[in-house]
């Protein structure tokens, strides 16, 4: 059969063009058993017309989508400005159709939703349409047909990770992705998150499908996979975005001593406070490690862990990066403002304790109510979601959806804004001011106007 994958990636504030691990895999697995696989990646503009063309020259009998929460309004946009045949299957999985599958009831042209792993639910969809099959009863899968809606219960969660074929990369302009990051091609080498963050999807993902939630690829797999990129790519370092990469200790030490012996590039990961340890930091160095990529998220104890459930101390935060630091590691710090039940005065416990910190880099988000987490139905509870805003503005990521109390949308604006140059004012004049025009209010020009010299702020920046 013939599908067509569609990924959305518009309007994203600075963005180049990214890579899609979900349908990557996807695609891989559903060509290993022999069907035609085309993407249209729309990208950075909604342009609905060369997706149009798209279908019409390959001829596809199953679009489709993959969408986050904020990229979901395009695939709604997509289905209403899209003309297509009464044969062709449509559905959408992804992270917001897994937490919010209601949506299939409000799109009229969308035939299904995928709730969690999609490989075999999709392969066995695809076979079933070939087929003439009875497509009701597959599980993951809300099916639309004759005016009802088939709520399937999902399958186990996929066991033995190494039974997936590798991301299918050429689906995607993955060289020119690779070189929008200064020669980085990314991997992913787990699933799943233990923690209980109550802002991230993962505390509800883990409770749709039976089975072990954390899964680890075997090392041999990994760096079979690493391999297989660099001989087919120009790749000059690696990027590991798995949630918490350090989250097993054999793993990670097993791991550094092939990548050490076999690869020998540069590459970050993703690390959480509690599992950095001198010993990790000192395995990881020697096999190359540049950057530590750690949440904070809030330097305000009880917004850290009373509201987004992250059990950590500030001295727990402090010795991790310091850890890092004494190890020859680059450090970057993830932060969010504009959470419940916070302050101006709570968000400067944040400010000052990156300041503190000393990260090499920092990224602050704005945060974002997810469907189903645990915060989005205190937000929703407690009438704090401007859903008007919603159904009539484009949200950017840098901008709040919440009316909170104690924080107005303005105050959420000028903290984020002022955030970096704050952090950093004091350690880094000319790093400070950097963030300072970055997070400007000048918008997509300073951006641009910087960009002949990103390679020079970068590693001013980040140190790498």
């Not at 890579?19 to 290993?32: D, E, M, R, W």
């Not at 690779?178 to 999807?201: E, H, K, Q, V």
């Not at 968000?347 to 920092?362: G, W, Y």
Request: glycine letters at 4%.
């Amino acid at each position: 059969m013939k599908i067509l994958f569609v990924y959305t990636d518009i309007d994203v504030k600075g963005g180049a063009q990214s890579f899609q691990f979900g349908i990557a895999v996807l695609s891989a697995f559903l060509k290993q058993h022999g069907h035609q696989i085309d993407l249209h990646y729309m990208y950075p503009k909604y342009r609905p017309r060369k997706m149009i063309e798209k279908i019409e020259d390959f001829r596809p009998k199953l679009i489709g989508f993959s969408s986050t929460t904020p990229q979901f309004k395009y695939i709604k946009k997509i289905l209403d400005d899209v003309p297509l045949k009464k044969d062709i299957f449509t559905i959408c999985g992804g992270s917001h159709a897994t937490m919010e599958p209601e949506s299939l009831e409000s799109l009229p042209r969308l035939d299904a939703i995928c709730r969690g792993e999609g490989e075999y639910a999709l392969l066995e969809l695809v076979e079933a349409l070939e087929n003439n099959g009875d497509i009701t009863r597959i599980k993951n899968l809300w099916i639309k047909k004759n005016d009802r809606i088939y709520q399937n219960p999902c399958r186990p969660l996929v066991e033995n990770l190494d039974d997936l074929p590798f991301a299918d990369r050429e689906l995607f302009p993955y060289q020119s992705i690779i070189n929008s990051d200064f020669g980085t091609a990314l991997f992913m080498f787990t699933r799943g998150c233990p923690y209980n963050c109550s802002y991230c999807s993962n505390d509800v993902l883990r409770k749709i499908q039976e089975g072990k939630y954390v899964r680890f690829r075997s090392v041999d797999n990994c760096i079979q996979e690493i391999k297989e990129v660099i001989d087919n790519y120009k790749v000059k370092s690696i990027y590991i975005d798995d949630d918490v990469f350090t989250l097993n200790k054999k793993f990670v030490f097993e791991f550094c001593e092939e990548y050490r012996t076999q690869i020998k590039l540069p590459f970050d990961i993703n690390a959480r406070v509690e599992t950095i340890s001198r010993e990790i930091c000192k395995r990881l160095k020697k096999a190359g490690c540049r950057r530590l990529n750690i949440g904070i998220e809030s330097g305000n104890p009880y917004i850290r862990n009373k509201v987004l459930n992250r059990r950590m101390s500030n001295e727990q935060i402090i010795n991790a990066f310091t850890i890092a630091r004494q190890a020859g590691l680059k450090t970057k710090s993830f932060n969010m403002v504009g959470v419940p039940y916070e302050t101006p005065q709570r968000f400067q416990d944040t400010v000052k304790l990156n300041a503190e910190i000393k990260p090499d880099s920092v990224i602050l988000n704005v945060f974002d109510p997810y469907p189903g987490t645990k915060l989005e139905v205190e937000c929703r509870k407690e009438g704090w979601i401007d859903f008007k805003r919603m159904r009539e503005e484009f949200i950017p990521r840098t901008d709040t959806i919440l009316n909170l109390p104690g924080f107005s949308r303005k105050q959420i604006l000028k903290c984020h804004k002022k955030f970096a140059y704050n952090v950093y004012r004091n350690q880094s004049l000319i790093k400070a001011i950097f963030y300072r025009i970055y997070y400007s209010s000048y918008g997509e020009w300073s951006i641009r106007i910087l960009a002949p010299f990103k390679r020079i702020l970068r590693r001013l920046i980040m140190g790498v």
